[in-house]
């Protein structure tokens, strides 16, 4: 069935890196904006960045604008997340998701997703 995958999570010092993988199964992530959300401990979802369909327009939140990157890779159904220069405030869960509708910003987590990751935990400690 349709799903989406996420991977590359683990634990970090402050200053490290880690890429996050989403990979698509069951149907073309090309036809769908793509973006991560991130949950930490004792708080809601929070959108982290997006980019869309066209690669044309990439957004992310201010507090990891600068240390994160967004890209995908439509041939392999693939979306990519670098972080750089983590900060312990990085720490939680991170879901891929999966939008058909047309974005102008960042979406929240809500019902117009199409599809949602399983989570992947990331934490960042000395």
């Known amino acids: 069935q349709a799903q989406l995958v996420e991977s590359g999570g683990g634990a970090v010092q402050p200053g490290g890196s880690l890429r996050l993988s989403c990979a698509a199964f069951?149907?073309?992530?090309?036809?769908?904006?793509i973006g991560w959300f991130r949950q930490a401990p004792g708080k809601g979802r929070e959108a982290v960045s997006w980019?869309?369909?066209?690669?044309?327009?990439?957004y992310y939140a201010d507090s990891v604008q600068g240390r994160f990157t967004i890209s995908r890779d439509n041939a392999r159904n693939l979306v990519y997340l670098q972080m750089n220069n983590l900060k312990p405030e990085d720490t939680g869960v991170y879901f891929c998701?999966?939008?058909?509708?047309?974005?102008?910003?960042?979406?929240?987590?809500?019902?117009?997703?199409?599809?949602w990751g399983q989570g992947t935990r990331v934490t960042v400690s000395s």
């Open positions: 069951g149907f073309t992530l090309d036809d769908y904006n």
């Open positions: 980019i869309d369909r066209s690669e044309t327009n990439t």
């Open positions: 998701a999966a939008l058909s509708l047309s974005i102008a910003s960042m979406p929240t987590p809500g019902p117009k997703i199409d599809y």
